[in-house]
């Protein structure tokens, strides 16, 4: 930028003047104007629909078909803002949204996200930013204390973590690193062809994608079948002889995916019994817990990791259950040097004396890119802003509250709980009455779902797990108090009550 | 989170009392603290030292092993980062940052950032955040105008682009899709290791890495010479003769690389050329444009990217040299189809009619991950702030500042630009002299190296190509001003002077 001499410029752009993007002063304006804008979004938020009830197409009937040539005010792009995307929103942070996971954020991950951006360092070796390396080892450190993992997991012991983009990715760098493992032991890459990953029907649809871009052949998926009798978790001995069977055909099982806290149900496959398993077959094994590892925090579910210390690598997002704001996935490893064998890469305007002689962690060895941002910021902010103890709260919080709901499905004999609820989800239905068939229930479940999403006064979506058509509500937005929770089902009741009547 | 009843909390927190971690008030009144430390250190900017001179472990040493139990105040958090995190900092904002590619910034970019942050939609279907699909897949088609693209590229065409993390994740969604399409016609998974890849020595090694995530196998991917006669760009003929062998050895070529702007020298391979041969091989031909990209947008440049409309897929970083914070690659594709095929999922719980019914895009099957952060903001915010004129000229200035430089560097006979200058990159060194050798010069172009960065005051690294070892200087910091470059210019001079009085 800066004080180019008007002579020198292309005549095009003389009208233009001199062009400042990073003007402190102007920053710092605009920047509050911005700050001011978001507590108000935070604070009227309850008055936007949480499911925006745009249609297909919305935006582009009323954008211009180019980007502008001549610079736009500030005033008039917050205008826009308003008027064009909001209406667009479906409003994560609601305090009625009950889809998916929903999104548990704070101030104090909103300030590291700010001060990481601003920093804009691009840590790919240790040397491009000293700080944001050594903080991103220390905080994954601090958060495998906080969950108990052994030592192997962490720095201070024989092990490590990483902070990468989302659970995909550190799928796939585990898978590959597992797959570079076995192939160098088997003699070559040809031996391909024969490696098995196993996950289950319920582990989430991106494992079987992440195999497939790491060259897993598609007929060497194993999606192992669950049941209601095992709460819809791996069982180990359907896994073993499937497993028995591969071997049996000259296959290599290769990669186990245990997931604790499915997204359909929050399912928990038994880590330990699998990780013996896994061991015993000297497969990789992989924990899956992106949102229910948060959990794992608070001593009354950190059981749920039991035999963690068996296992090869633990993923667990941050931004899905401890209040951090997209993106974020923590990846601990047991062993680096795998990770490092097949995703380094040693570019010679990369090298440095620091890499060579010092045997820091240059973390782009550790990911797919060679880019990345300084993350561990907002987990910094996160954990000293509010302290194990608060954080252990948040969690009670949530699950105390899905408790709450849970206890008005129970007490309706309307409704009925599918699935037995084992952290802030809980899976329910209209369940079937005398005269009713399954097709009958089934259709009664989407009317509802349709008529309590249209409204734009909640959000909740459906899974289908054992045949069974099922709603879902899960707390854990920020914002949502009890009265929220209570407001829900009073909503729910109230269109089950119209639909019945309907029905009858 | 929110109104718990005391009595169902577990004993240990009750002394943290009602957690509320995203109070609006709170929040704004901390975030505008937040803004204005972010303005204060880019006041200061200067101030630092831009490569951070601590030692390996500096932070460990100063921090405690474990997260804190109980809350600690933002004051004494922002000490901390005065303290332990920005003598840390390798500054990558400074206006004396010359090293690899420098970060573009902006107000608007940042705006954008926090926006998309608040919002924290996580936008895997159109249904799950309309405003963020369609006003991503505007500004892609914006962006595909101020680069002149062809339709097939646009979704108000027949193509369409997408907002990835890096241009890695842009490589493997790319091979990938290429790679399936090729087993598909081939019959099978077992073909994979026939399928060949080919870039050049110059090519990113993330290329290599890519192609290796992807399961194409080490032996076949090429990496082609590349000599000083072509610039250090692919040889069309030399290309093609591999290409020629591989056939002839029974393997399938499937993809090809081109880059436009090197890393190491910002070579621009023959797009046009290379796409005919990709053409008649049948190969997928991908352009790495992620820095000199941006450039096209200026019509002097653009025809750096003739022939573009014969490739498959094209990929640019905004956050290398469009104002934009980390991180952000655009990737258009010609058949969005080939893409979802290789990429698509679909688990029951994000099943939804409009994704059934309306053919709306649905990200999560145009990349890795299923989550997914609203980026279209902060390009929609950079585009209208700033509009096509500003970022031209934005792109001049930086141009001109190097031609600045390099001119510098040529009226010193001591001195040689080694390559030729194309974009804002100057390579140069001190040059051979009479009674030196070609190990000496490189001993004094390291050292030099050495004296410049140690000395904090600016930031470059060295590279080789062609055998030889040469100094990078590349200008593009937001806030570099031209009396940066003549400082920059200055001292590394003065250090050249020490250095060759020491050394005669």
Redesign the interface.
């Known amino acids: 930028?800066?004080?180019?001499?008007a002579n020198?410029?292309?005549l095009?752009?003389s009208?233009?003047g001199q062009?400042k993007?990073?003007?402190?002063?102007?920053?710092?304006k605009?920047?509050?104007t911005?700050?001011?804008?978001?507590?108000?979004?935070?604070?009227n938020i309850e008055n936007y629909p949480v499911?925006?009830q745009?249609e297909?197409?919305?935006?582009?009937d009323r954008?211009p078909?180019?980007?502008?040539?001549?610079?736009?005010s500030?005033e008039k792009?917050v205008q826009d803002?308003h008027k064009?995307?909001?209406?667009?929103?479906?409003?994560?942070?609601s305090p009625n949204f009950f889809a998916?996971f929903p999104?548990t954020?704070?101030?104090?991950?909103?300030?590291g996200?700010?001060?990481g951006?601003?920093?804009?360092?691009?840590g790919f070796t240790?040397?491009?930013?000293?700080?944001?390396t050594?903080?991103e080892?220390?905080v994954m450190?601090?958060?495998a204390?906080?969950l108990k993992l052994p030592k192997s997991f962490m720095f201070?012991g024989t092990g490590g973590g990483v902070l990468q983009?989302?659970?995909?990715?550190s799928l796939?760098c585990s898978i590959?690193a597992a797959r570079e493992r076995a192939l160098e032991s088997l003699g070559g890459?040809?031996n391909?062809?024969k490696l098995v990953a196993y996950g289950s029907d319920q582990t989430?649809?991106?494992f079987?994608?992440?195999c497939?871009?790491?060259?897993?052949?598609?007929?060497n998926i194993r999606l192992i079948p669950t049941t209601a009798e095992t709460n819809f978790s791996i069982s180990p001995s359907v896994l073993r002889g499937i497993v028995e069977a591969d071997l049996a055909a000259g296959l290599v099982p290769l990669f186990l995916c245990a997931t604790v806290g499915t997204?359909?149900t929050t399912a928990i496959d038994p880590v330990n019994e699998l990780a013996e398993i896994a061991n015993e077959y000297k497969m990789w094994i992989h924990v899956d817990a992106a949102y229910a590892g948060s959990a794992c925090i608070?001593p009354?579910f950190r059981h749920h990791l039991n035999g963690v210390e068996r296992v090869d690598s633990l993923s667990l997002s941050p931004?899905k259950w401890l209040?951090c704001?997209?993106?974020c996935c923590c990846l601990w490893v047991k062993k680096p040097n795998l990770l490092k064998r097949?995703?380094s890469?040693?570019?010679?305007?990369l090298r440095n004396q620091?890499s060579e002689f010092?045997k820091?962690v240059d973390y782009k060895d550790w990911q797919?890119?060679?880019?990345?941002?300084f993350r561990a910021?907002k987990l910094w902010?996160i954990?000293?802003?509010?302290?194990?103890?608060?954080l252990?709260?948040?969690i009670?919080?949530?699950v105390?509250?899905a408790k709450m709901f849970e206890e008005f499905v129970k007490s309706d004999p309307r409704f009925e709980v599918v699935v037995p609820r084992a952290f802030s989800l809980v899976c329910f239905r209209l369940k079937p009455f005398p005269g009713s068939n399954a097709a009958h229930i089934e259709i009664l479940n989407k009317k509802l779902l349709e008529m309590v999403n249209s409204s734009g006064r909640i959000y909740i979506?459906?899974?289908?797990v054992g045949g069974i058509y099922m709603l879902?509500l899960a707390v854990g937005g920020?914002?949502?108090?009890?009265?929220?929770v209570c407001a829900a089902w009073e909503l729910i009741k109230e269109f089950a009550d119209a639909l019945l009547k309907e029905a009858s």
């Open positions: 930028m800066g004080s180019i001499d020198n410029v292309d095009s752009t009208s233009v062009f993007p990073l003007e402190p002063e102007e920053f710092r605009q920047a509050h911005m700050v001011d804008f978001i507590a108000d979004y935070y604070k499911l925006s745009v297909p197409g919305y935006l582009r954008l078909e180019t980007a502008p040539y001549l610079p736009e500030l792009i803002i064009d995307i909001i209406p667009g929103m479906t409003n994560w942070l998916f999104a954020v704070s101030s104090a991950g909103f300030l996200e700010m001060l951006t601003a920093f804009n360092s691009v240790w040397v491009s930013s000293p700080a944001a050594e903080l080892m220390i450190d601090w958060i204390h906080m201070s983009t989302t659970t995909s990715e796939l590959v890459s040809d391909i062809s989430h649809t991106m079987a994608k992440t497939k871009l790491g060259g897993i052949f598609p007929g997204t359909s608070c009354e931004h209040l704001y997209l993106d097949a995703l890469t040693n570019p010679e305007y620091r010092d820091v797919v890119g060679t880019g990345r941002k910021l902010l954990l000293r802003s509010y302290g194990v103890a608060n252990q709260s948040h009670r919080s949530d105390q509250m979506i459906h899974t289908v879902r920020t914002l949502t108090e009890e009265r929220h």
